[in-house]
T-cell receptor, first 114, second 115 residues
Framework: SAVISQKPSRDICQRGTSLTIQCQVDSQVTMMFWYRQQPGQSLTLIATANQGSEATYESGFVIDKFPISRPNLTFSTLTVSNMSPEDSSIYLC???????????FGPGTRLTVL | GQQLNQSPQSMFIQEGEDVSMNCTSSSIFNTWLWYKQDPGEGPVLLIALYKAGELTSNGRLTAQFGITRKDSFLNISASIPSDVGIYFCAGQFEPSGAGSYQLTFGKGTKLSVIP
């Protein structure tokens, strides 16, 4: 399985600011995904990030609010822009193992917006 | 879009008891995955199911992919305190032509084990 790290592990931010979350994988992967998990809730897919192309966003999520970068096959960033308290969530990146059709998750970034 | 109905929402069991949880869907999935999430951690993959009717075990865990590809169950035998956590089912499909294996998650089953 892939080893995935995320930075920061947690942060407390002020309303109106932006935070960029990093996701690093120990091997090259084709697909990287960003999920949001609101308190006590399940995981919701924000977008799929492919290297060399724009991210594909799910219904309810837009690029201006959640810009994503995917500069290479081992790294991606998600920015949460112009934050409000409603953005307080755990943000998780995952990678798809194209060999096994399985997804592995990073440890998550716990964001609190005041 | 796809929705997964996972039940029960929560369970309180005695240590040593067996546990069963399940997920159903109105849509067909290519793959069913079962994850466990501990507090403050990301989900960890427990079992992956690829074929309709497939029954797979991983230690004390057993999961089956329903014959219609619309449901799955996860059993945990002889529960122990470290089984505590939230268990999620997830269905995976490949949108036509997109080449992306998107996951749809159930709402989770919160398991508490009483020593």
């Amino acid at each position: 399985s892939a080893v995935i790290s995320q930075k920061p592990s947690r942060d407390i931010c002020q309303r109106g600011t932006s935070l960029t979350i990093q996701c690093q994988v120990d091997s090259q992967v084709t697909m990287m995904f960003w999920y949001r998990q609101q308190p006590g809730q399940s995981l919701t897919l924000i977008a799929t990030a492919n290297q060399g192309s724009e991210a594909t966003y799910e219904s309810g999520f837009v690029i201006d609010k959640f810009p994503i970068s995917r500069p290479n096959l081992t790294f991606s960033t998600l920015t949460v822009s112009n934050m409000s308290p409603e953005d307080s969530s755990i943000y998780l990146c995952s990678v798809d193992s194209s060999v096994f059709n399985e997804q592995f998750f990073g440890p998550g970034t716990r964001l609190t917006v005041l | 879009g796809q929705q997964l109905n996972q039940s029960p929402q929560s369970m309180f069991i005695q240590e040593g008891e067996d546990v069963s949880m399940n997920c159903t869907s109105s849509s067909i999935f290519n793959t069913w995955l079962w994850y466990k999430q501990d507090p403050g951690e990301g989900p960890v993959l427990l079992i992956a199911l690829y074929k309709a009717g497939e029954l797979t075990s991983n230690g004390r865990l057993t999961a089956q992919f329903g014959i219609t590809r619309k449901d799955s169950f996860l059993n945990i035998s002889a529960s122990i305190p470290s089984d505590v956590g939230i268990y999620f089912c997830a269905g995976q499909f490949e949108p036509s032509g997109a080449g992306s294996y998107q996951l749809t998650f159930g709402k989770g089953t919160k398991l508490s084990v009483i020593p």
